[in-house]
Protein backbone atom coordinates (compact mmCIF):
# COMPACT_ATOMS: atom_id res chain seq x y z
CA UNK A 1 0.00 0.00 0.00
CA UNK A 2 1.71 3.47 -0.76
CA UNK A 3 2.31 6.08 1.53
CA UNK A 4 2.49 9.90 1.94
CA UNK A 5 4.33 11.29 4.68
CA UNK A 6 4.02 15.14 5.01
CA UNK A 7 6.81 17.14 7.28
CA UNK A 8 8.10 20.85 7.66
CA UNK A 9 4.76 22.36 9.37
CA UNK A 10 4.85 25.21 11.78
CA UNK A 11 4.43 27.86 13.67
CA UNK A 12 5.75 31.19 11.63
CA UNK A 13 5.01 34.75 11.99
CA UNK A 14 3.88 36.68 8.85
CA UNK A 15 5.71 37.07 6.38
CA UNK A 16 8.01 34.45 6.76
CA UNK A 17 8.63 31.15 4.71
CA UNK A 18 8.51 27.73 5.01
CA UNK A 19 9.24 24.83 3.09
CA UNK A 20 6.58 21.36 3.42
CA UNK A 21 8.05 18.07 2.33
CA UNK A 22 5.93 15.38 1.32
CA UNK A 23 7.79 11.67 1.17
CA UNK A 24 6.56 8.79 -0.93
CA UNK A 25 6.72 4.99 -0.66
CA UNK A 26 4.90 1.79 -2.10
CA UNK A 27 3.99 3.48 -5.28
CA UNK A 28 5.12 4.95 -8.63
CA UNK A 29 5.51 8.19 -7.25
CA UNK A 30 7.53 9.14 -10.47
CA UNK A 31 4.20 8.50 -12.55
CA UNK A 32 1.78 10.44 -10.07
CA UNK A 33 0.30 13.28 -10.31
CA UNK A 34 1.32 15.19 -7.66
CA UNK A 35 -0.87 17.77 -5.23
CA UNK A 36 -1.08 19.53 -2.15
CA UNK A 37 -4.40 20.26 -0.47
CA UNK A 38 -5.49 22.55 2.69
CA UNK A 39 -8.15 22.66 5.11
CA UNK A 40 -8.28 25.98 7.23
CA UNK A 41 -10.14 25.99 10.10
CA UNK A 42 -13.89 25.79 10.08
CA UNK A 43 -13.55 25.45 5.90
CA UNK A 44 -13.09 22.99 3.31
CA UNK A 45 -10.04 21.72 1.74
CA UNK A 46 -9.01 23.20 -0.83
CA UNK A 47 -6.54 22.91 -3.76
CA UNK A 48 -3.07 24.67 -3.15
CA UNK A 49 -0.76 23.67 -6.20
CA UNK A 50 -0.34 20.44 -8.02
CA UNK A 51 2.26 19.14 -10.53
CA UNK A 52 1.97 16.66 -13.12
CA UNK A 53 4.86 13.57 -13.92
CA UNK A 54 7.20 13.89 -16.91
CA UNK A 55 6.60 17.17 -17.98
CA UNK A 56 6.63 18.63 -14.53
CA UNK A 57 3.66 21.49 -15.22
CA UNK A 58 2.67 23.25 -12.49
CA UNK A 59 -0.81 24.53 -11.11
CA UNK A 60 -1.93 26.72 -8.37
CA UNK A 61 -4.73 27.55 -6.72
CA UNK A 62 -5.49 31.88 -6.91
CA UNK A 63 -4.59 32.27 -3.39
CA UNK A 64 -1.21 31.44 -3.73
CA UNK A 65 0.06 32.28 -7.23
CA UNK A 66 2.99 34.21 -7.15
CA UNK A 67 3.77 32.96 -3.39
CA UNK A 68 3.81 29.63 -3.40
CA UNK A 69 6.64 27.28 -5.62
CA UNK A 70 5.91 23.43 -5.92
CA UNK A 71 8.54 21.25 -7.20
CA UNK A 72 9.53 17.15 -7.41
CA UNK A 73 12.30 15.85 -6.77
CA UNK A 74 12.00 12.22 -8.36
CA UNK A 75 15.31 10.60 -7.42
CA UNK A 76 14.24 11.42 -3.64
CA UNK A 77 10.50 10.41 -3.74
CA UNK A 78 9.63 13.77 -2.47
CA UNK A 79 7.55 16.56 -3.27
CA UNK A 80 7.72 20.12 -2.07
CA UNK A 81 5.85 23.34 -1.49
CA UNK A 82 7.69 26.22 -0.80
CA UNK A 83 5.74 29.36 0.74
CA UNK A 84 7.31 32.63 0.62
CA UNK A 85 5.14 36.00 2.10
CA UNK A 86 3.11 33.75 4.52
CA UNK A 87 -0.32 35.35 5.98
CA UNK A 88 -2.62 34.15 8.46
CA UNK A 89 -4.90 33.09 6.10
CA UNK A 90 -2.46 30.23 5.09
CA UNK A 91 -3.37 29.10 8.38
CA UNK A 92 -4.50 25.30 7.86
CA UNK A 93 -3.70 21.53 7.52
CA UNK A 94 -1.61 20.92 4.72
CA UNK A 95 -2.05 17.83 2.98
CA UNK A 96 -0.15 15.78 0.32
CA UNK A 97 -2.07 13.45 -2.39
CA UNK A 98 -1.06 11.03 -5.05
CA UNK A 99 -3.46 10.32 -7.82
CA UNK A 100 -1.77 6.97 -10.52
CA UNK A 101 -4.23 7.96 -13.40
CA UNK A 102 -4.30 7.16 -16.10
CA UNK A 103 -1.54 4.26 -14.97
CA UNK A 104 -3.92 2.98 -11.97
CA UNK A 105 -6.63 4.04 -10.25
CA UNK A 106 -4.91 4.16 -7.07
CA UNK A 107 -5.04 7.95 -4.77
CA UNK A 108 -3.45 8.63 -1.76
CA UNK A 109 -3.44 10.89 1.32
CA UNK A 110 -1.41 11.93 3.97
CA UNK A 111 -1.62 12.19 7.45
CA UNK A 112 -1.30 15.86 7.16
CA UNK A 113 0.96 18.83 8.55
CA UNK A 114 0.21 22.31 10.52
CA UNK A 115 0.95 25.49 9.81
CA UNK A 116 -0.05 28.02 11.67
CA UNK A 117 0.87 31.84 10.58
CA UNK A 118 0.39 34.64 13.26
CA UNK A 119 0.05 38.09 13.36
Not at 9 to 24: H, I, K, P, Y
Not at 33 to 51: D, L, N, S, Y
Not at 69 to 82: E, G, H, V
Not at 86 to 101: F, I, M, R, S, V
Request: charged share 20%; aromatic share 12%.
Amino acid sequence: QGQLVESGGGLVQAGDSLRLSCEASGHRFDRDVMAWFRQPPGKEREFVAGITPFNFKTYYGDSVAGRFTISRDDAKNTMYLQMDGLNPEDTATYYCHADGQPYNKNKYWGQGTQVTVSS
